[in-house]
């Protein structure tokens, strides 16, 4: 009975890491992905597509510190997430 509860809790903590390695994984390609696309956003200089890239990661908890000067509009003054 030992053993095969063993080797139940040593087959579900290996599932469990394995799925926290491949979302980690994925989690950083993507963010690749956004940040290569934000830096040619800043390299093509428009501002229009610079504030629409920004209101749209502005929220997110894990690309936000990714990008330049994120901010978030709170009424008529703007709050700097980053610098």
Same mark, same amino acid.
């Given at each position: 009975?030992?053993?095969? +509860?063993? *080797?139940?809790?040593?087959? +579900?903590? +290996?599932?469990?890491? *394995?799925?926290?390695?491949?979302?980690?994984?994925?989690?950083?390609?993507?963010?690749?992905?956004?940040?290569?696309?934000?830096?040619?956003? /800043?390299?093509?200089?428009? =501002? /229009?597509?610079?504030?629409?890239?920004?209101?749209?990661?502005?929220? &997110? =908890?894990?690309?936000? =510190?990714?990008?330049?000067?994120? &901010?978030?509009?709170? *009424?008529?003054?703007?709050?700097?997430?980053?610098?």
């Amino acid at each position: 009975m030992d053993k095969k +509860l063993v *080797g139940l809790a040593g087959t +579900l903590l +290996l599932g469990v890491a *394995g799925w926290l390695i491949s979302t980690v994984y994925s989690i950083s390609i993507d963010t690749e992905i956004i940040k290569d696309k934000i830096e040619k956003v /800043y390299a093509d200089n428009c =501002p /229009y597509c610079v504030h629409a890239a920004h209101s749209s990661i502005a929220e &997110h =908890p894990l690309l936000s =510190p990714t990008i330049k000067h994120a &901010h978030q509009h709170v *009424g008529k003054e703007i709050v700097k997430i980053n610098e």
